[in-house]
Every structure is written in C-alpha cells, then in structure tokens.
C-alpha cells in the first residue's frame, strides 16, 4: 500500500450543531470498511450465509493468554458502543454487533478454559462467582453497554445461562442476571483490602481491572443512580495511586504500571512492566477516573508512552516495541502494545503527535487488508493482517480509536462520554431514530439530531455502484414531535413516504444513476 494512504481524511463537515459532545464527521470509507469487517466477525457471520469465518485463530488456542478469544470479542462489542455515539440517532447497526458479542461471550468455547484453573473450587464451573475477572469484568462491561444504548434489560430481567458441558460430563446451567453479576464482582472488591480481583488463580492484573469498573459505573447510570456499586472503586483507585506505579528507577522511564502482584500478600513481581502493559491499562482508565485526575494520574502515563525508548523506527511507520519482560506468556507484543496508543493519545492530547501519525501509518503501511467477504467482486472489508493471533483485536482498537475522531476536546471526552450516560433515554422523549436501515446494502455515515433546529440529518451511502431501491424507517416519540417536512439532497422528491404506525414513517428511494451513491435526508419535526 502506498506511503501517502495516511487516513486523517474525516470529512469534517459539520452538519448540524449537537447538544452534546458528538464527534461530527461523517463516517469514511476507511471506517466504513473496519466496521464491515467486525459487522462480519459478529452478528452478520450468523445472520448470513458466508462461509468465511475470521476466528480460527483465536478459537484454536487454549484461551488462557493474550490470544484468547474474549479480548477482541470484548473489544469489537467496546468499538460498537463507540459507532453508536458517533451515529447517535442510528444504533442499530452497533446494538446488533454489541450483542452478538455478549451471545459469543457466552458460549463454552470462550470461557470453557476455567476447569484448567479453578477445577477444584466449590463453585466451579461457575465462571464469574470468583476471581477470572480477565472474563467477568469483559462480560459486565459488554452488557452495561448494550442496557445503556439498547435500553433492553433483558439480561437483568430473564437472565443468561452459562451451560457447561465438557468432556461427557453432565449438563450444569449457571443461571445469572446482570444484577447478579455485579454483586458477584462487587462482593469479590469488597473482601480485598484492594478491591484488586484475580484474573487467574491468586494473580491481579493491572489490566484486567479497568473493566469491571467500567462496568459498575455504567450500570449505576443505566440504573439513574438507585444503586452505588460504583462506590468501591476509589478503592481500587487509591491502590492504584499509592502502589501500582513502576518504581524501579532504570524501568520508570519506560513503564508506567506495574503488571501483576500476588493477592495473597500484595506483593508485585519485580520487574515485570511493559509498553503494551501500559497502553491497555491506560486506554480504559479515564472513563471511570474523574476528569481531573485523568490529567494528572493517567496522563502522566501517557506521557511516559510518548516519549518511551521502545518506539522502533519501521519501513513505513512506527511501533512500540513490547518493553515487556523477556520470556513470560502475558508479555505485550507490539501489535497490542501500538493498538492501544492512538486511544490513550487521544484522551490526553488535544494536539495529535507524530507518534499517532506513524502508529498509523505503521498499520496501515504494513498490514492493511482489503477483503471481499461476501465474494461479489467488491472490496467491502478492511482489516489489518497482522500474521499473529493479534489482528482482529488491533484491527477493532484501531478502528475504535477513529471513531473517537481527531484529537481535540471532543475526542478526549468521547469514552467518558459513553460510560457516564444512559444512551437509550434521549429516545423516549426528545429524539427521533433510524431503524430498519437495509445494511450491509446501505450505510448510514451519519445521523445526528438537532434539538434546537428540530433537524434530523441522515447521510447514507452504498458500497458500491448499482441501481437499487431501498428503505428505512424513522421511529419518533410522536406525543412530543411530528414530522412536517422531508428533503432529499435539498429536493422534496426522489423518495416515498408512508406512515407504517403512529410513531413510524417508512421512507423509499432509489439510486437512480451509476456514479453518485450518496444520498443526504433532512426531516424536519415540529
Ligand atoms: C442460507 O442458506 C439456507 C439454505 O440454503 C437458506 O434456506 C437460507 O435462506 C439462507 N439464508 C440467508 C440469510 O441467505
Ligand atoms: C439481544 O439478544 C437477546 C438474547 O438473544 C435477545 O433476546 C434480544 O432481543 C437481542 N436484542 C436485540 C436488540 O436484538
Ligand atoms: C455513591 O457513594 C459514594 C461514596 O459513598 C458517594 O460519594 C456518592 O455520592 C454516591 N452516589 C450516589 C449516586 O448516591
Ligand atoms: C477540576 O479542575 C478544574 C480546574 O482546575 C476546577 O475548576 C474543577 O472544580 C475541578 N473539578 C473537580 C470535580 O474537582
Ligand atoms: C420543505 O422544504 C423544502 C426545501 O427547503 C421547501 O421547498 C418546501 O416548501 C418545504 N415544504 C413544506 C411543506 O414546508
């Protein structure tokens, strides 16, 4: 791929102005690719008849170390809430991704490993009820999300099953609620002095624990502050603060976090540190931190990212070098390690660096993949092809990190934004949504609101040059808003309108020539 594909090409015009903070730029084709390629590593890989399957890689493994399934799984369902806030009058798209996620986390196949740790506790095979943190603080926060932006709390009222059946053994169901989960993890941060949960049998990651916090919070939201588990993560905040931080002063430098310390005793494993280590610690930190002590505690962490001695000159590009201790399974290579950079940047600088320029280019440059998934003789994917069991879960941070957009005071906020707000309220009675958009045929690049002009404004395109008709709906809270004018590219016809219930209107177009496949709505309520 050619050195000057750098894709800082948002096409930032700014539509309409929004109440909130929204990033507004209309989805690129880049983009647009990235999410096909985990639209397809999820929910359409089910709901279609592809034969090409994309995991192989990460089933093959024994699920125990960093090439685990549950990661990418649980970081495509954290871009999907991230597409909805960048689409924020079209959620369906991310909700049906979000929760494929949340069904896949489910199966045995992801969490089937915990009878190689936890074989002999009493509870086993629950795989929440203690420690494995690095699977329930995943699942927690994946359907925190999907309650937030759905606004269906189904998994908290009739509940998921875990059904273990291994090896001939009798079937075990383990029946759980989201409330359920929350408690179990609650209980688990109450019984240490850290509020520190293991992730494998008497071992706390640093990495691990961001999550489940993450979760706590947003189901305290979703829940209008009725609860408080939140509450215990100053907890985990003061330990932080007071004894994670890399002290050995040759290391300090270069890391910022320590990795991994012994439940039992608190003790940290000396020496053990590194870059990717600190990327991921780093990238989930703020949204549950305060705004003010981000600047301080974790964008000092950036900083010693920024300017870390592991950045390693490429071809094309940059990456950082793993840093990590020599030898061990959980040592952070470099594809994990440079994913997370762009996302902890972003939180902290609003001026974009060089680094984020090469990280970028790096995987771009070097592992950019166009795919044709659905074999109908069109590139319609992009994912990067890493040659390790990394690419799919560098190719969704990478991807996350775009969505946040360029680096200014909208993308610093854009995480914060998505764990401190109940996504779904707006829909009841103050905003009108897209629905029953015929994707993957058509893309909504944008959609966005505004309250005050009472404008909803939808760009869609196709992926390619055909002529073809399509649909899509307008769902309104119609006791507050009635529709009273549509245009299309400025125009008041060129498409169909019909009222399918009271708070519904169906409207049909077509592409009606071969060059130009985007198409602009306005509709105006009163
Ligand atoms: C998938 O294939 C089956 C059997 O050929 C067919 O019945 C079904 O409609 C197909 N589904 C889709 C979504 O194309
Ligand atoms: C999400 O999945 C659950 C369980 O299969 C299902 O009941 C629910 O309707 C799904 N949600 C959406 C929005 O499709
Ligand atoms: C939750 O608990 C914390 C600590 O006790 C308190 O400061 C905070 O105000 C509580 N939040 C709510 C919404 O009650
Ligand atoms: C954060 O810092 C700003 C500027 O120093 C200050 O005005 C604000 O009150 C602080 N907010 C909190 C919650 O401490
Ligand atoms: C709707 O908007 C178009 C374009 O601004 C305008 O020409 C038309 O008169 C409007 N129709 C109504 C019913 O307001």
Redesign the pocket.
């Known amino acids: 791929m050619s050195n000057n594909l750098l894709y800082f090409t948002f096409a930032s015009f700014l539509l309409v102005s929004s109440s909130s903070i929204a990033v507004n730029s209309v989805l690129s084709e880049k983009e647009l690719k990235l999410i096909r390629f985990i639209s397809y590593l999820t929910y359409l890989q089910t709901s279609t008849n592809i034969t090409w399957n994309g995991w192989e890689k990460n089933y093959d493994g024994p699920q125990l170390g960093l090439d685990a399934i549950r990661y990418p799984l649980a970081h495509i369902g954290y871009t999907a809430a991230a597409l909805a806030y960048r689409t924020p009058n079209y959620r369906e798209l991310a ?2 991704i979000l ?1 494929d996620t ?2 896949r986390m489910l199966t045995l196949k992801v969490w089937g490993y915990i009878d190689q740790y936890w074989q002999k506790t009493s509870t086993f095979p629950d795989p929440v009820y203690y420690e494995n943190i690095m699977y329930s603080g995943h699942l927690l926060q994946l359907i925190a999300l ?1 309650e937030s932006i ?1 606004g ?1 709390l ?2 908290d009222t ?1 509940g ?1 099953d875990f059904v273990w059946t291994k090896d001939g053994s009798a079937e075990t169901t383990i029946h759980y609620t989201t409330s359920q989960l929350v408690r179990a993890i609650y209980r688990q941060m109450d019984d240490d002095s850290s509020a520190g949960v293991s992730c494998e049998p008497g071992w706390v990651y640093t990495i691990c624990q961001n999550h489940p916090h993450l979760g706590l919070k947003l189901y305290d939201v979703v829940r209008d502050g009725r609860t408080n588990f939140s509450r215990i993560s100053s907890k985990w905040k003061d330990f932080l603060n007071h004894h994670a931080l890399e002290d050995i002063p040759l290391y300090k430098k270069d890391r910022y976090f320590k990795m991994l310390y012994q439940r039992s005793t608190h003790i940290w494993v000396p020496f053990f540190a590194a870059t990717g280590n600190d990327g991921w610690a780093l990238a989930w930190m703020s949204s549950w931190y305060d705004q003010n002590q981000t600047s301080d505690f974790i964008c000092n962490g950036w900083k010693v990212m920024y300017k870390n001695k592991y950045w390693q000159p490429a071809e094309s590009g940059c990456y950082l070098e793993a840093g990590g201790y020599i030898g061990v399974r959980m040592q952070m290579n470099r594809w994990i390690a440079t994913s997370f950079y762009p996302m902890v940047e972003k939180q902290c600088s609003i001026d974009a660096t060089e680094k984020l320029a090469c990280a970028y280019a790096w995987f771009e440059n070097n592992f950019g993949t166009y795919l044709d998934i659905d074999h109908d003789g069109y590139f319609e994917s992009f994912y990067y092809e890493t040659e390790t069991v990394y690419s799919n879960w560098v190719t969704t941070n990478v991807l996350l990190s775009l969505l946040m957009g360029e680096n200014r005071v909208e993308a610093k906020e854009f995480l914060r934004q998505i764990y401190a707000t109940k996504f779904h309220e707006k829909f009841q009675n103050d905003e009108p949504e897209i629905i029953a958009v015929q994707y993957p045929t058509i893309r909504v690049t944008y959609a966005q609101y505004d309250s005050t002009r009472k404008i909803l404004v939808i760009n869609f395109n196709t992926e390619k040059p055909s002529i073809l008709s399509t649909r899509f709906d307008i769902k309104y809270p119609n006791t507050f808003l009635t529709i009273s004018n549509i245009t299309r590219d400025g125009l008041t016809d060129g498409f169909s309108t019909k009222q399918v219930t009271n708070d519904r209107i169906r409207i049909e177009y077509s592409y009606n020539n071969l060059e130009k496949q985007q198409t602009k709505f306005h509709i105006l309520f009163q």
């Open positions: 909700v049906n929760n949340i069904k999907y759905s269906d189904i998994y009739q998921f």
